[in-house]
Antibody
């Protein structure tokens, strides 16, 4: 059983919008701090956004602040990333990741990723 | 934001070699340093967390040391399955930041 599965990626034009989802199985997603991490083609890892277990703390990378919104759907045991005003530089594989809750705060579980391509 | 600087960005090594990758933080992050391995087309997997703790299931040839601003990942006796890209990441504060990666290639 794969604990995290992303969906919603695809091809979108610059300025367009896209909503990514991350479905959790085997654990209660709302009990953990969850993040989105992206990787542009051939590049390194870039943290994008995080939401704490209580949803009290939400953080965004400067490169996406004001354009992306992270949210949870506890009833569906899932998380979303609403992306708007997309740019070519947002082209990447987007991973959702679960952070440990024991004070070490590393990304212990990752989804398989979903590819977002921003191109005209 | 805390900047993480890895070196080298790439290296060539042979099976059986000892490989050392370094990671430097732009400020004191205590031991909130994690190492990930990523193979092409796959998600990263954690190898070392809290600077020196080996993740369950990870071979003991991987080890991590360091505290404060300077950290190392050591692979003793490199195996064929270890050819991959390695990233460090700080979890001291948000935003979580990654090093730029070190690609370990076959010599």
């Amino acid at each position: 059983e794969v604990p995290l599965v992303e969906s919603g990626g695809g091809l979108v034009k610059p300025g367009g919008s896209l909503r990514l989802s991350c479905a959790a199985s085997g654990f209660t997603l709302s009990s953990y701090t969850m993040s989105w991490v992206r990787q542009a083609p051939g590049k390194g890892l870039e943290w994008v956004s995080s939401v704490s277990s209580s949803s009290r703390y939400i953080y965004y990378a400067g490169s996406v602040k004001g354009r992306f919104t992270i949210s949870r759907d506890n009833a569906k045991n899932s998380m979303s990333l609403q992306m708007s005003n997309l740019r070519a530089e947002d082209t990447a594989v987007y991973y959702c990741a679960r952070e440990t809750d024991d004070g070490t705060y590393y990304f212990e579980s990752w989804g398989q990723g979903t590819l977002v391509t921003v191109s005209s | 934001d805390i900047q993480m600087t890895q070196s080298p960005s790439s290296l060539s090594a042979s099976v059986g070699d000892r490989v050392i990758i370094t990671c430097r933080a732009s400020q004191n992050i205590r031991n909130y340093l994690n190492w990930y391995q990523q193979k092409p087309g796959k998600a990263p997997n954690v190898l070392i967390y809290a600077a020196s703790s080996l993740q369950s299931g990870v071979p003991s040839r991987f080890s991590g040391t360091g505290s404060g601003t300077d950290f190392t990942l050591t692979i003793t006796s490199l195996q064929p399955e270890d050819f991959a890209t390695y990233f460090c990441q700080q979890s001291y504060n948000s935003p979580r930041t990654f090093g730029q990666g070190t690609k370990v290639e076959i010599k």
